[in-house]
């Protein structure tokens, strides 16, 4: 991923198909604050795995096995 303001963006219009196309991403950036990504419109994505999302998953307080028992109980 590359960082570019953008001054430097219009300084190399002509060539930011290049750049993205190696670099995969660009944030662009104003006074040094992100604004915006620019990725290639075919870039492959990858798929997060399934144990990799659980993880990233806070704990809940009451399992969802009691919380199904308890709405089921009382309808």
Known sequence: ???MSIRELR?????ID??????????????G???VKLVPLNAPRSTPSHADLRAGMPRMAVASEELVRAD????
């Open 1 to 3: 991923m590359r960082t």
């Open 11 to 15: 300084d190399s219009l002509s060539s």
């Open 33 to 35: 604050r992100a604004l």
């Open 18 to 31: 290049e750049i993205v196309q190696s670099n995969g991403e660009v944030v662009l950036t104003r006074h």
């Open 72 to 75: 089921r109980d009382r309808g």
